[in-house]
T-cell receptor, first 109, second 117 residues
Framework: DAKTTQPNSMESNEEEPVHLPCNHS???????IHWYRQLPSQGPEYVIH???SNVNNRMASLAIAEDRKSSTLILHRATLRDAAVYYC??????????FGKGTRLHILP | DSGVTQTPKHLITATGQRVTLRCSPR?????VYWYQQSLDQGLQFLIQ???????AKGNILERFSAQQFPDLHSELNLSSLELGDSALYFC????????????????FGQGTRLTVV
């Protein structure tokens, strides 16, 4: 199963864009790239997912590299409410949704 | 609101006891996943059911068991409880399985906080 690598933590200023990177160099051609986040004291929350082309929704954008070995979650204008742990996840052949350590995003007012 | 309902929200019980956590998936979702999150720890995958059948198993203790009923709700049973079982237990649901149809989203409940004293 393909693995993902994310920085342990990142900081950003409020109202500025945030780019959260994820490396997945062993991704297979049919693996969707998923992003979830977990706000403090809450359950994980779906953010976005994509296969090849860039994806946008009301929460974020997902930029996928042409070779698909990396992707970037983009929060266009971070707010204090975006402070959370962000997880980049690939499907697992055993049907498990496995969460790694993720990136803890700190937003500075 | 994710549409996934977990009950109870909080549970305090003594060591050695048995508890049942309940999860009602979103309407139409066939897959249910259970996770354990201890204090300041990551999300540990426990078990997954799809349309009533066990589909995947993580590092779930033998003292723990789960099932998914015909109406698709699921229960996680924890027995012979130990202090170390104190954690948040999350349930998630999705329309399809995560692997068979990677183009699917999972929705999580707000969790049951279990405290074993």
């Amino acid at each position: 199963d393909a693995k993902t690598t994310q920085p342990n933590s990142m900081e950003s200023n409020e109202e500025e864009p945030v780019h959260l990177p994820c490396n997945h160099s062993t991704i297979s051609g049919t693996d969707y790239i998923h992003w979830y986040r977990q706000l403090p004291s809450q359950g994980p929350e779906y953010v976005i997912h994509g296969l090849t082309s860039n994806v946008n929704n009301r929460m974020a954008s997902l930029a996928i590299a042409e070779d698909r070995k990396s992707s970037t979650l983009i929060l266009h204008r971070a707010t204090l409410r975006d402070a959370a742990v962000y997880y980049c996840i690939l499907p697992n052949r055993d049907d498990k949704i496995i969460f790694g350590k993720g990136t803890r995003l700190h937003i500075l007012p | 609101d994710s549409g996934v309902t977990q009950t109870p929200k909080h549970l305090i019980t003594a060591t050695g006891q048995r508890v049942t956590l309940r999860c009602s998936p979103r309407s139409g979702d066939l897959s249910v996943y259970w996770y354990q999150q201890s204090l300041d720890q990551g999300l540990q995958f426990l078990i997954q059911y799809y349309n009533g059948e066990e589909r995947a198993k993580g590092n779930i203790l033998e003292r723990f068991s789960a099932q998914q009923f015909p109406d698709l709700h699921s229960e996680l049973n924890l027995s012979s409880l130990e202090l170390g079982d104190s954690a948040l237990y999350f349930c998630a649901s999705s329309v399809a399985t995560f692997w068979d149809h990677g183009n699917t989203e999972a929705f999580f409940g707000q969790g049951t906080r279990l405290t074993v004293v």
